[in-house]
């Protein structure tokens, strides 16, 4: 993959309770602990067709650089989008000895769940 096609990036964070100063008290917020670049990675139509029904039928798939220390604990957000949280839901790390490894995260929008 050629490094230009980092072209998006990604905040990876956890999610931690904000006191809102309201009868309600606190409310989880996402905080950010990382910034890489990633790239979109496309599927083929095949490997479309074939998640459907699963419960990774509503997920995206982005490739970062191999980063271990990206783990399926944290949230993530896109190019600085609040409204939309995701969960890690997989991480298929590149094994290769290569200098230029991407590892791919799939994520799950929070607010679509395990439906």
């Known amino acids: 993959m ?5 072209n998006h990036l990604i905040d990876l964070g956890v ?3 904000v006191d809102t100063d309201t009868i309600e008290g606190s409310t989880a917020q996402f905080a950010s602990k990382h910034q890489l670049h990633c790239a ?7 490997q479309q067709y074939e998640l459907l029904g699963t419960k990774l039928e509503d997920t ?3 490739a970062v650089r191999s980063q271990y220390r990206v ?3 944290m949230l993530a957000q896109l190019d600085g989008d609040q ?5 890690i839901v997989a991480i298929s790390r590149d094994d290769s ?4 490894r991407y ?13």
């Open 83 to 87: 409204s939309t949280t995701y969960r």
């Open 60 to 62: 995206i798939v982005v």
């Open 15 to 17: 999610s931690e309770l």
């Open 103 to 115: 590892d791919l995260l799939t994520l799950q929008d929070v607010a679509k769940g395990d439906a």
């Open 2 to 6: 050629a490094v230009s096609r980092l």
């Open 40 to 46: 979109f990675y496309q599927r083929s139509q095949n």
């Open 71 to 73: 783990d399926k604990s």
């Open 97 to 100: 000895h290569s200098l230029n």
